[in-house]
Every structure is written in structure tokens, then in C-alpha cells.
């Protein structure tokens, strides 16, 4: 369900913010690969212990 929410392209930020810190590293990845990410969010992503959400959050 995370996953399908985040298919959505109007998310309020708080529920970005949560998705950002979800344990799915592939709802993680969704995130990451979002458009318009606040630069705190992007540095939190390019952190992340999974290397494909920080490959994605890299562009």
C-alpha cells in the first residue's frame, strides 16, 4: 500500500518525510526518486544503507 501511495503526485510533505524512513527499501527507492525533494530529504536518501536508493537519489 506504501508503494501505491507513493504513485500519487501530490503527497503532502509530512508523508513523504515518513515514506523517506520506511524499513521497504523499495518504498525508499520511490522517494528517492522523486521530483522535488527538500534538500534535507536528499542528503537523508543519499545516506541510506541501500545502494540503489542512493544511486537513485543521485540521479
Known sequence: MRRTLLTRRELPAEVIRELAADPDEGVRLLVAG??????????????????????????
Do not use: T
Request: aromatic share 0%; no cysteine.
Open 34 to 59: 522523486r521530483a522535488g525533494l527538500p534538500a534535507d530529504l536528499r542528503e537523508q536518501l543519499a545516506a541510506d544503507p541501500d545502494e540503489n536508493v542512493r544511486r537513485e537519489v543521485a540521479g
